[in-house]
């Protein structure tokens, strides 16, 4: 599985990986963990690559925000995360083995990351003058972030992102807004509960105003990751649980969502890599 990357002068990184699956031998013939190993690492020059029009359809490397109504794309996959968290220290790595040795005395270096998303999802659907049936697509997310290098924090904030579709209003409209800001966020460590409040403006200016929680319903899926090659070592852990989201979304003074939906869910992603010599 090769990951591509350009970088300014037109060198590239292919990064060649293979994916491995961990069995319990005590339990159904199931996977219980996925690792991923390191075949090779090669610098290149080609032309500049667009890195956020890559597609792998094997495993989703990027969503693009422009899918069209009807097809449900989170603004917070975890495969764009995956694509993170592999590509960007592989890079490094890459680098650093074709360009710089590794001292003896070179020092181990630590990275955490850790982020929340509850993520809900509403269709609202309107009867328009002309008898035809309007259907708005509103995505609401609300999170936590915070990061940590060698044990020092580099960030820590709450966060909310709207996304509001249609592809085509009652007054002839097309809709694809979009918009991301700070606001108030809850959570408890069993994603049984979480909480936001906040008002963002979109790219279009529209002011929107959320007051939302959710309560876990499903039972917690985990998922696991590790990296490894010389040098690194990187583990992933992502936990995920169904859940019923009940709230408000406010547009510009007007209620676009009011009640509950339970295509919704609570997550949250970890890393955590050490550099070593």
Do not use: K
Not at 93 to 110: D, K, N, R, S, Y
């Amino acid at each position: 599985m090769p990951f591509g990357c350009a970088e300014p002068s037109g060198a590239v990184v292919r990064v060649f990986l293979r994916d491995v699956w961990r069995f319990d031998p005590h339990g159904p013939r199931r996977p219980s963990a996925r690792v991923t190993q390191v075949e090779g690492v090669v610098l290149t020059q080609v032309p500049l690559v667009d890195l956020t029009r890559v597609v792998d359809t094997g495993d989703q490397m990027l969503s693009s925000f422009d899918e069209p109504p009807g097809n449900e794309v989170s603004m917070s996959t975890m495969s764009i995360r995956r694509l993170h968290r592999l590509v960007i220290p592989l890079l490094v790595a890459g680098f650093g083995v074709l360009a710089v040795p590794t001292t003896a005395g070179a020092a181990v270096q630590t990275f955490h990351r850790f982020e929340v998303n509850a993520v809900a999802n509403y269709t609202v659907s309107e009867t328009c003058a002309d008898g035809r049936t309007s259907t708005t697509l509103v995505q609401v997310i609300g999170g936590h972030e915070e990061e940590s290098e060698d044990g020092v924090s580099t960030l820590d904030s709450d966060f909310l992102t709207v996304r509001i579709r249609n592809s085509f209003d009652c007054d002839g409209n097309f809709i694809n807004d979009f918009g991301f800001g700070t606001a108030d966020f809850t959570f408890s460590p069993s994603l049984q509960t979480a909480s936001v409040e906040g008002t963002i403006t979109t790219r279009d200016g529209r002011s929107v105003t959320v007051d939302m929680s959710w309560e876990g319903t499903g039972p917690i899926e985990t998922t696991t990751n590790t990296t490894t090659f010389p040098g690194f070592t990187g583990l992933f852990v992502g936990q995920e649980r169904d859940a019923v989201a009940t709230g408000t979304v406010v547009v510009d003074g007007d209620t676009l969502v009011d009640g509950s939906t339970t295509n919704a869910r609570i997550e949250t992603l970890e890393d955590n890599n050490i550099s070593h010599p």
